[in-house]
């Protein structure tokens, strides 16, 4: 299946995946291939892709919109960060954007603190 994650600045990741799993206003869900068609709002989280290769990466998000088909996942999303990097300073930078994203997007500082432990856990093991 593939995923194609937008803002109003571009395209943040598109590519074929196995699985991901995204912040949905009611909770947190997984969507394989094969999932029933489903649109939904995003809150303040992290999205995790699992790719085809068994690659993890990650995209902090602060609110946005998915379309899920059984083929394809559409991501509109006002502000994105991927959770990326060739080195420990470009992951950490990456973690910096990602945690103000979030800071921005919500009041709540034990979602936002709850959402960095996950994003800096899973970043050290990319």
């Given at each position: 299946?593939?995923?194609?994650?937008?803002?109003?600045?571009?395209?943040?990741?598109?590519?074929?995946?196995?699985?991901?799993t995204f912040p949905g206003?009611?909770?947190?869900?997984?969507?394989?291939?094969?999932?029933?068609?489903?649109?939904?709002?995003?809150?303040?989280?992290?999205?995790?892709?699992?790719?085809?290769?068994?690659?993890?990466?990650?995209?902090?998000?602060?609110?946005?919109?998915?379309?899920?088909?059984?083929?394809?996942?559409?991501?509109?999303?006002?502000g994105a960060v991927p959770?990326?990097?060739?080195?420990?300073?470009?992951?950490?930078?990456?973690?910096?954007?990602?945690?103000?994203?979030?800071?921005?997007?919500?009041?709540?500082?034990?979602?936002?603190?709850?959402?960095?432990?996950?994003?800096?856990?899973?970043?050290r093991n990319i």
């Amino acid at each position: 299946m593939t995923i194609d994650i937008v803002t109003p600045l571009g395209r943040i990741f598109k590519g074929e995946i196995k699985e991901a799993t995204f912040p949905g206003i009611e909770g947190e869900f997984g969507v394989l291939e094969g999932h029933a068609p489903l649109m939904t709002n995003l809150k303040p989280g992290v999205i995790s892709i699992k790719k085809e290769n068994g690659k993890e990466e990650m995209v902090a998000v602060n609110w946005g919109y998915i379309e899920v088909t059984p083929e394809k996942v559409n991501v509109l999303a006002e502000g994105a960060v991927p959770i990326q990097g060739s080195d420990e300073n470009e992951i950490t930078n990456a973690i910096e954007k990602a945690k103000e994203l979030l800071k921005q997007a919500t009041d709540s500082d034990i979602l936002v603190a709850s959402v960095s432990a996950k994003i800096e856990s899973a970043a050290r093991n990319i």
